[in-house]
């Protein structure tokens, strides 16, 4: 079944090579025989390096110096290619990964485990065959962020019978292989357990993962400083230009904090170590029962230090998931800040709107007004000057009646008229501009008691959601 399955997907797959190296680590009794080298292998050496001939051909040795254990790995420590770890793309030529998988014996299920999101850890163990072997495939990968692919993934298979472990390993430059590849290097003589490569991996992003949360913890403290704690050190949040806060990039801040924490999520982490530990003593007793005899000191050494490793790594993932719960909580708590501070300006730029209307209103209220005095005044006035240009037309005649052609008293008429006029108009021009000054003193004290009613309503739901001790007295002293 399994090779039906790698069929169907073999069929499919899409070739978009990677440069490819190679590292070859052979322990032997006599350390002059030892070998231990990584280098470029170029398409011709490929199939030589899996077959392990012509300069890959064993060391003969002699009588006196045995094989001890060894690992065999077909590396490409920086892939570039923005699909290299999509589910239908392999690294190498088609054939060629066919030949890798099949001549290194590696698991089947590698292509199934392309679909595989977070940190995967798989392991067989089978110990019925001729050749006894333990299979395991660690990987993660992610999707593609601003035209760039992240990632890593190694499948290897330890041969009870060999004492070789061989396998295929790639990642994209941000996993850091080659600094796992020297540190393998440097623990040569270690490399007779197959589990040291997945552990060392494993440490190695563990210490990443730790400097990541510790920098979003950094990041939080500033972006409480710039919310909830502004409000400790100013009393009131001022609106000028000079306290004004970006609250577009304070929202991206706060968004790609949250990301990173649960990117970087121990849990996922912590399962993943769990089933190593499970692999790793699995392999120690299925060692016991092959060999039929006490394994050496110095494997027994490596397999407890690994295990003693294992054990440092699962306590320091516990103790980062409390961390990182912690950090999801305070970015809660700011996000929650902020949403405040959104709806008091929102509420601050309606009431400033609403006061303009109201402003508006009352402009439209003093003409009308105006026009209403105006029409009072026309009223008063208008009839008897309309009858006096009635009676002062040709069509009536008095003079019979009328011994001079105009009475003596006629300044009488002037004397009263102008002052009375100016007396009225008058009056009405105070009244007007005492009533405009009225409105627009309490259309500004109205705006600055609602603001404020506004804001203190606004301070008391902050101090609810964030416990934030705020005093909003010291604003108007």
Request: glycine share 4%; aromatic share 10%.
């Amino acid at each position: 079944m399994e090779e039906y399955i790698f069929s169907e997907y073999l069929a499919r797959l899409r070739a978009l090579p990677e440069t490819t190296d190679y590292l070859e680590i052979l322990n032997y009794s006599d350390l002059q025989h030892c070998r231990a080298k990584t280098c470029t292998l170029s398409s011709d050496e490929f199939e030589d390096f899996l077959d392990r001939k012509g300069s890959f051909s064993p060391t003969s040795g002699n009588a006196n110096s045995t094989f001890l254990n060894g690992i065999r790995l077909v590396v490409q420590p920086e892939v570039r290619e923005p699909e290299t770890f999509a589910s239908d793309v392999v690294s190498l030529e088609v054939s060629k990964y066919e030949s890798l998988i099949r001549k290194m014996r590696l698991p089947f299920q590698g292509l199934e485990a392309s679909t595989a999101v977070g940190p995967f850890f798989w392991w067989s163990l089978d110990v019925e065959s001729a050749n006894p072997e333990l299979q395991f495939i660690f990987r993660k990968s992610d999707a593609q962020w601003k035209g760039t692919t992240r990632g890593w993934e190694m499948m290897l298979t330890y041969s009870f019978e060999s004492k070789i472990t061989s396998g295929y390993v790639k990642g994209t430059k941000s996993a850091g292989i080659k600094k796992l590849l020297q540190h393998l290097m440097a623990c040569s003589r270690p490399v007779a357990h197959p589990l040291l490569l997945p552990i060392l991996l494993i440490h190695h992003l563990s210490a990443k993962n730790d400097e990541d949360h510790r920098e979003v913890r950094e990041n939080i403290r500033r972006l409480e400083g710039a919310l909830s704690q502004r409000y400790q050190i100013n009393a009131a949040i001022g609106y000028g230009p000079e306290r004004e806060i970006d609250l577009d990039s304070l929202n991206q801040q706060l968004t790609e904090c949250q990301c990173r924490v649960l990117q970087k999520k121990p849990q996922a982490w912590r399962n993943a170590l769990d089933r190593v530990e499970r692999a790793t003593r699995a392999f120690w007793e299925a060692l016991r029962d092959y060999s039929n005899d006490k394994p050496d000191f110095q494997l027994q050494a490596i397999h407890r230090g690994l295990l003693s490793r294992l054990d440092f790594l699962a306590g320091r993932l516990d103790s980062l998931e409390s961390y990182a719960h912690v950090s999801l909580e305070r970015l809660k708590s700011q996000r929650e800040v902020m949403l405040s501070i959104l709806d008091q300006r929102e509420s601050r730029l309606s009431l400033r709107i609403a006061a303009q209307q109201h402003r508006l209103a009352d402009a439209s209220k003093r003409d009308s007004t105006s026009m209403k005095t105006l029409t009072f005044l026309g009223s008063l006035f208008l009839p008897g000057t309309f009858i006096s240009s009635i009676f002062s037309m040709s069509f009536f005649d008095f003079s019979k009646e009328l011994k001079n052609s105009a009475s003596s008293n006629i300044w009488l008429y002037f004397v009263l008229m102008i002052p009375l006029t100016i007396f009225f108009v008058g009056i009405w021009w105070r009244f007007d501009q005492a009533r405009c000054k009225r409105v627009d003193e309490e259309g500004e004290d109205g705006d600055e008691v609602n603001m404020q009613a506004l804001e203190n309503h606004i301070i008391k739901e902050l101090q609810k959601r964030t416990g934030a001790r705020l005093s909003w007295k010291a604003n108007h002293q």
